[in-house]
């Protein structure tokens, strides 16, 4: 069964321009989580994404955002980039099931660099 | 409001040693999850385990072992006759009834193992 794959794996973008990052989760798994990792703050939840809707989000600005897709499919956009925002982002899947936290399981992530 | 701390930063050892990571953990949900994850260089988090609030068992697989103690608001993870492969990052994380999936990290312990 394959993993989570994230694309692209590396990036470099420059301060004020746009930035989409793609994530496929797990055969199966319906829910699709997004995560930043900084040095200055650690691992941070951004949203979560089930069945195309978002079901739970972070505090993080406007600027970032998500959707997924009827695949389950997901992508995140951040946009007018911030040298802050330079980080690793992580992708989680699960199945998703209510009632209780699922196993989720992590992609390789994407290390975005802005200069 | 969720939180977990590692106050250890960084622990190193020589082949061969026991060591234990401390994850102390806050919530106000009597139902929680709580999870231990290792991050290799490559950037990957990898499940370890998940333990309900309701069950105080500890539990040991392999060279892991966990004691998770709700008196204490702990769940510490210790390694037997650690191994240079078991260097790593490791997170302890939390999920409670009201979060869902959404799992809050501690900072991380950065485990080096030397031979």
């Known amino acids: 069964k394959a993993g989570v794959t994230q694309t692209p794996r590396y990036l470099i973008k420059t301060r004020g321009q746009q930035v989409t990052l793609s994530c496929s989760p797990i055969?199966?798994?319906?829910?699709v989580s997004w995560y930043q990792q900084t040095p200055g703050q650690g691992l941070q939840f951004l949203f979560e994404?089930?069945?195309?809707?978002?079901?739970n989000k972070g505090n993080f600005p406007g600027r970032f955002s998500g959707r997924q897709f009827s695949n389950s499919r997901s992508e995140m956009n951040v946009s007018t980039l911030e040298l802050g925002d330079s980080a690793l982002y992580l992708c989680?899947?699960?199945?998703?099931?209510?009632?209780?936290?699922?196993?989720?399981?992590f992609g390789p992530g994407t290390r975005l660099t802005v200069l | 409001a969720q939180k977990v701390t590692q106050a250890q930063t960084e622990i190193s050892v020589v082949e061969k040693e026991d060591v234990t990571l401390d994850c102390v953990y806050e919530?106000?949900?009597?139902?929680?999850?709580l999870f231990w994850y290792k991050q290799p260089p490559s950037g990957e988090l990898v499940f370890l385990i998940r333990?309900?609030?309701?069950?105080?068992q500890n539990e040991i697989s392999g060279r892991y072992s966990w004691n998770f103690q709700k008196s204490t608001s702990s769940f510490n993870f210790t390694i037997t006759a650690s191994q240079v492969v078991d260097s790593a990052v490791y997170f302890c994380a939390l999920s409670d009834r009201s979060s869902g999936d959404k799992l809050t990290f501690g900072t991380g312990t950065r485990l080096a193992v030397r031979p």
């Open positions: 055969s199966g798994h319906r829910s």
């Open positions: 989680a899947s699960s199945t998703g099931t209510s009632g209780s936290p699922n196993e989720q399981f």
């Open positions: 919530t106000r949900d009597t139902t929680y999850y």
């Open positions: 333990r309900n609030s309701f069950d105080e």
């Open positions: 994404y089930f069945s195309e809707t978002q079901r």
